[in-house]
C-alpha cells in the first residue's frame, strides 16, 4: 500500500485506503492483545484436566469404600486429602461467569432444572458411572 501511495500521490483514496488499513490493524491488534483468547481456552482445559483426575482419585475412594477394603482412619484422610486437593485446583482455575455455567448445563442436558452453582443430584449422576449413580 506503502508504494502505491508513493508512486501515485495524487490519488487520494490510496491514501484512504492505507490509512483505514492502518487503522485497521490497529484495532485488531489492541483485540488480540487485551483479550487472549487461545491462553484462556488453554487455562480452562487444564483446569478441567486437573477435575477429572480428582474425580478419578474420588472413584477409586468410592470404590474401596463400597468393598469395605479401606479403615475408617485411611478413609478420613483420604477424603480431607482429595478435599485439600479440591480446594487447591478451584483457587488455580479460571473463573466462570454465569452465561458459561448455563452453557456447560445445557451440553449435560440439564437445562430447565433451575439449579444456579450448585451440584444437584442429576448433575453429578452424569458424571458417576451406573453402577455408583444415586438415581438409576
Do not use: C
Amino acid at each position: 500500500m506503502l508504494a502505491l501511495q508513493a508512486k501515485y500521490q495524487n490519488v487520494a483514496w490510496y491514501t484512504a485506503l492505507g490509512s483505514g488499513l492502518g487503522i485497521g490493524e490497529i484495532i485488531f491488534l489492541i483485540i488480540q492483545l487485551s483479550f487472549d483468547v487461545e491462553q484462556s481456552a488453554v487455562l480452562h482445559k487444564n483446569a478441567a484436566l486437573q477435575y477429572m483426575a480428582l474425580r478419578d482419585q474420588y472413584l477409586s475412594l468410592i470404590a474401596d469404600l463400597a468393598s469395605d477394603s479401606i479403615s475408617s482412619a485411611a478413609l478420613i484422610l483420604r477424603r480431607d486429602h482429595l478435599t485439600e486437593q479440591y480446594q487447591i485446583v478451584s483457587k488455580m482455575s479460571p473463573q466462570t461467569n454465569y452465561d458459561d455455567y448455563l452453557e456447560a448445563q445445557k451440553r449435560l442436558g440439564l437445562k430447565g432444572i433451575g439449579e444456579e452453582y450448585t451440584w444437584s443430584n442429576a448433575e453429578i449422576n452424569k458424571f458417576l458411572p451406573l453402577a455408583l449413580r444415586s438415581v438409576k
